[in-house]
C-alpha cells in the first residue's frame, strides 16, 4: 500500500543551522509529493511539492528534491529561522485515482534563538 | 485570490450538544474535503466531495456526523450529538479537480478548533 515515514521530532536547531527533515515513501505508480507546514495555532499550508522523478519544489528558501530511486522527498533549508517553527507534514497522492493525500505522522520543528 | 475560509474558527460546546462547521472554498475549486486533525497527528480524511456529490465518505462515523455541498460551492459539517472524543481540528480542503492530470494540489483552511466538555 501507500504509505510515508517521516523522522520523528521534535527537532531542535539553532537559528541559521542548515535543516534536514527526512521523509520516505511507499507508492504504487508514480506519486505526487507534498510537504505542508503547519504553524502554531494554524491550519495547514502548502510549501512546496514535485510531480515527477528529479522535480525539485522550492519556497521560502526551503527545498526538497523528488528522488525516485531512493523513494525520497527530503526537506532542506540552509539557514533556518526562529519563524520556521512549526510542524512540518510530508504527503502524498497517487494520480488518476481518488487523490487521496497520503501523511506522514509530521515532524515538530523547534528553532531556538 | 482568497484562500479557503472556515467558520468558526474555535467552537466550545457541551458534550451531546449538536455543531455545525462552514467552509467556503476557493473559487473555481470543485473539489472539497473536510478532515479531523488531533493534535500532534496528521489530518485523516471524513468526506470528499465532486461538486455537490459526496464521492468518498467511508471515513464519515455517519451515525452522528453529516455533511453537505448544496450548489457544489460551500460546505457544512455537523456533529449531532457531540462527544467528548470528538475535539480536535476541523480542516476543509479545495483543489481544482483533476481529471486526467498529474496532480491535484490541495489548499487548506485554518480549521475549526472544537472542544467538547
Known amino acids: 500500500g501507500n504509505s510515508v515515514t517521516q523522522m520523528e521530532g521534535p527537532v531542535t536547531l539553532s537559528e541559521e543551522a542548515f535543516l534536514t527533515i527526512n521523509c520516505t515513501y511507499t507508492?504504487?505508480?508514480?506519486?505526487?509529493l507534498f510537504w505542508y507546514v503547519q504553524y502554531p495555532g494554524e491550519g495547514l499550508q502548502l510549501l512546496l511539492k514535485?510531480?515527477?522523478a528529479d522535480d525539485k519544489g522550492s519556497n521560502k528558501g526551503f527545498e526538497a528534491t523528488y528522488r525516485k530511486e531512493t523513494t525520497s522527498f527530503h526537506l532542506e533549508k540552509g539557514s533556518v529561522q526562529v519563524s520556521d517553527s512549526a510542524v512540518y507534514f510530508c504527503?502524498?497522492?497517487?494520480?488518476?485515482?481518488?487523490?487521496?493525500?497520503?501523511w506522514g505522522a509530521g515532524t515538530k520543528l523547534i528553532i531556538k534563538p | 485570490e482568497a484562500g479557503v475560509v472556515q467558520s468558526p474558527r474555535y467552537k466550545i460546546i457541551e458534550k451531546k450538544q449538536p455543531v455545525a462547521f462552514w467552509c467556503n472554498p476557493i473559487?473555481?475549486?470543485?473539489?472539497l474535503y473536510w478532515y479531523l486533525q488531533n493534535l500532534g497527528q496528521g489530518p485523516e480524511l471524513l468526506i470528499r466531495?465532486?461538486?455537490?456529490?459526496?464521492?468518498?465518505d467511508s471515513q464519515l462515523p455517519k451515525d452522528r456526523f453529516s455533511a453537505e455541498r448544496l450548489k457544489g460551492v460551500d460546505s457544512t459539517l455537523k456533529i449531532q450529538p457531540a462527544e467528548l472524543g470528538d475535539s480536535a481540528v476541523y480542516l476543509c480542503?479545495?483543489?481544482?479537480?483533476?481529471?486526467?492530470?498529474?496532480?491535484?494540489?490541495?489548499?487548506f483552511g485554518p480549521g475549526t478548533r472544537l472542544t467538547v466538555l
Open positions: 480542503a479545495s483543489s481544482q479537480g483533476a481529471g486526467e492530470t498529474d496532480t491535484d494540489t490541495q489548499y
Open positions: 473559487s473555481g475549486h470543485n473539489t
Open positions: 466531495y465532486e461538486n455537490e456529490e459526496a464521492v468518498d
Open positions: 507508492a504504487t505508480g508514480y506519486p505526487s
Open positions: 514535485a510531480t515527477k
Open positions: 504527503a502524498l497522492s497517487v494520480p488518476r485515482s481518488n487523490y487521496q493525500l497520503i
